[in-house]
């Protein structure tokens, strides 16, 4: 089982849709990272928290440490946003390595 | 804004050839890491390092070493290459002020071993 895992694993929608994707960690972590992997290979770091909720844009992302769960949403989806989001977390006792998620690939239709 | 620079961006090698990819991390980062990504799969660490000593060490093959040197860039060096060791190689760098730093991803190396 890993210790990072995220929901849904393909998720496609229409252009204009609200999207959530789900992070859930099983062991105590420090801080999560949501990543975006596009086709070409390159990952991008989209936010970075330990506690609360970060905003960038159409992106938001919140993060419950107690109950052990991160969500990324994306409003007015569009078809740009079409990648790989990967949450990857800092394990309390995984030193400086980050532990990834399987990622969710999306894909938003026109 | 500078980014993190890998090299090269493909490479292509033969089996049990020897392969060095470079990192060169954003300026004033002091912390390299080297992650492993197969065809379908999640990253994996390999190793990493902090003012040019390795501060922690993840599923990295004895055939591979890793350095990173007075500038901070760092190179991570394969040797006797088998197939299963194509991938996408990225590097990140931070600036280490704590746990849980945020880490800044390069564009990654593709090796192919044929």
């Known amino acids: 089982k890993n210790e990072v895992e995220q929901s849904p694993q393909n998720l496609t929608a229409q252009e204009g849709e609200f999207i959530t994707i789900n992070c859930s960690y099983s062991?105590?972590?420090?801080?999560l990272h949501w990543l975006q992997q596009h086709p070409g290979g390159g990952i991008v770091s989209l936010f970075m928290?330990?506690?609360g909720k970060k905003k960038h844009g159409r992106l938001i992302a919140t993060i419950n440490i107690q109950e052990k769960h991160s969500s990324l949403h994306i409003t007015a989806s569009h078809p740009r946003d079409s990648a790989v989001y990967i949450c990857?977390?800092?394990?309390?006792?995984?030193?400086?390595?980050?532990?990834f998620g399987t990622g969710t690939r999306l894909t938003i239709i026109p | 804004a500078a980014g993190v620079i890998q090299s090269p961006r493909h490479l292509i090698k033969e089996k049990r050839e020897t392969a060095t990819l470079k990192c060169y991390p954003i300026?004033?980062?002091?912390?390299v890491y080297w992650y492993q990504q197969g065809p379908g799969q999640d990253p994996q660490f390999l190793i990493s390092?902090?003012?040019?000593?390795?501060?922690d060490k993840g599923s990295i093959p004895d055939r591979f070493s890793a350095q990173q040197f007075s500038d901070y860039h760092s190179e991570l060096n394969m040797s006797s290459l088998e197939l299963g060791d194509s991938a996408l190689y990225f590097c990140?760098?931070?600036?280490?002020?704590?746990?849980?730093?945020?880490?800044?991803f390069g564009p990654g190396t593709r090796l192919t071993v044929l």
């Open positions: 990140a760098s931070s600036l280490r002020t704590g746990v849980g730093d945020e880490q800044f």
């Open positions: 062991v105590g972590i420090s801080a």
């Open positions: 928290l330990s506690s």
């Open positions: 990857a977390a800092y394990l309390f006792f995984g030193n400086e390595k980050l532990t």
């Open positions: 300026p004033r980062h002091d912390t």
């Open positions: 390092f902090y003012e040019k000593m390795q501060s």
